[in-house]
């Protein structure tokens, strides 16, 4: 069965970090580019980055690039993210999802194949 799981979430103080790790499992989760997304309680879905098969280019979204930052160990069947400069706003559920080909669309940011159940960051004074 293929499964897509999350972890790494927590409660952390603004200005603090967090590295989340997603990993794949019953399905080539290494040859497939990975995106991460979260979403927040009465908001829309949101993508926030996306890595390659092997790892040879990103794309971020806007409102995270600078403090967020994803990798990958295909060694490993890892894929991180690092949360840096944690604000409060960054509260959400953060998911990550394989996409359907190996590198990152145009649309990565709307679409994802296997989905985790999610990791919860909160960020508090």
């Known amino acids: 069965q293929a499964q897509v799981k999350e972890s790494g979430g927590g409660l952390v103080q603004p200005g603090g970090s967090l590295r989340l790790s997603c990993t794949g499992s019953?399905?080539?989760?290494?040859?497939?580019?990975v995106a991460w997304y979260r979403q927040a309680p009465g908001k829309e879905r949101e993508g926030l980055n996306c890595?390659?098969?092997?790892?040879?280019?990103?794309s971020n979204a806007d409102s995270v690039r600078g403090r967020f930052i994803i990798s990958r160990e295909n060694a490993n069947h890892l894929v991180y993210l690092q949360l840096n400069s944690l604000k409060p706003e960054d509260t959400a559920t953060y998911y990550c999802?394989?996409?359907?080909?190996?590198?990152?669309?145009?649309?990565?940011?709307?679409?994802?194949?296997?989905w985790g159940q999610g990791t919860q960051v909160t960020v508090y004074s």
């Open positions: 999802a394989n996409l359907d080909t190996d590198y990152c669309p145009s649309s990565w940011s709307r679409v994802g194949h296997y």
């Open positions: 019953g399905f080539a989760f290494d040859t497939y580019a």
């Open positions: 890595i390659t098969r092997n790892g040879d280019w990103t």
